[in-house]
């Protein structure tokens, strides 16, 4: 694998402050996603963004990055991926991730590939029908990763990951347009040798790609950092900014 499976970073951070101004829609009249729209003088024509999120999905922090991106002229979607069934942000200890994974918290809901994959599908399908995006990128944070990887070929133009678990050599190597990751100096799921690896996958493939290694943090910082540590709060917003210049070069 060019990452490895979630571990419980995945579900520990902070919320951040502040008040969403996006609106929730049902994407295929089922699944949640949550609209950031951006102001009618900034908004680039016929562009978009997917924003596949880590296991928390929809809430605060996601909801507030969306209206950031948004704030920089890109129509945004946060998808439900998990169905209505996210993992409660420092989920107790003792949870069952890959039992989660694999039948969800009801046991008939499953987080697999094969659930996952229709819901990204649709969330595309309804950016490009109904609301007019020609060229769309796509930020996945930690399990997002993996499905952005896997959506080019499903419309996705331009790729983002952010501390990245699950995606495989395979599907590293088979993205076929520009992929910017940020990544952590301490992280489990992502450690030095999968981002060396995941290195010369790109550079082997000869798409156009950036791999910026944050000092100083751990796996999630992009989302759930603490905002109050100075060191987290540069690597957050700098994580940012890398996924915003990135689309503003290879997507606009």
């Not at 990763?145 to 959506?151: D, E, I």
């Not at 489990?188 to 690896?197: D, G, Q, T, V």
């Not at 082997?204 to 100083?216: D, E, M, R, V």
Request: aromatic content about 10%; glycine content about 10%.
């Amino acid at each position: 694998m060019a990452s490895n499976p979630p571990a419980k970073c995945c579900t520990v951070g902070v919320k951040h402050e502040g008040t969403p101004t996006g609106k929730i829609i049902k994407v295929a009249g089922k699944y949640d996603g949550y609209l950031a729209t951006p102001p009618a003088d900034k908004k680039h024509d016929g562009v978009g963004l997917l924003y596949i999120p880590d296991v928390i999905g929809i809430w605060q922090n996601s909801q507030l990055m969306a209206d950031q991106l948004a704030a920089n002229g890109y129509l945004t979607l946060v998808i439900d991926v998990f169905n209505g069934d996210p993992i409660p942000l420092n989920r107790p200890s003792g949870f069952d991730f890959m039992a989660w994974r694999e039948k969800g918290s009801t046991g008939d809901n499953p987080h697999t590939e094969e659930a996952v994959d229709p819901i990204v599908v649709a969330a595309i399908k309804t950016l490009k029908e109904e609301y007019g995006v020609k060229k769309l990128g796509g930020l996945g944070y930690c399990f997002g990763a993996k499905y952005v990887a896997r959506h080019y070929k499903s419309g996705i133009d331009v790729g983002y990951f952010a501390h990245p678990s699950f995606v495989t050599e395979e599907e590293l190597a088979s993205i076929p347009g520009p992929l910017s990751i940020s990544a952590a100096e301490t992280d489990s799921i992502f450690p030095a040798e999968k981002r060396h690896k995941s290195e010369e996958i790109l550079k082997k493939s000869g798409i156009p790609y950036q791999i910026t290694l944050y000092s100083g943090v751990e796996h999630g910082f992009a989302v759930r950092g603490d905002m109050n540590n100075k060191v987290i709060k540069f690597a957050k917003e700098a994580a940012f900014l890398q996924a915003v210049h990135w689309f503003d070069y290879y997507l606009l």
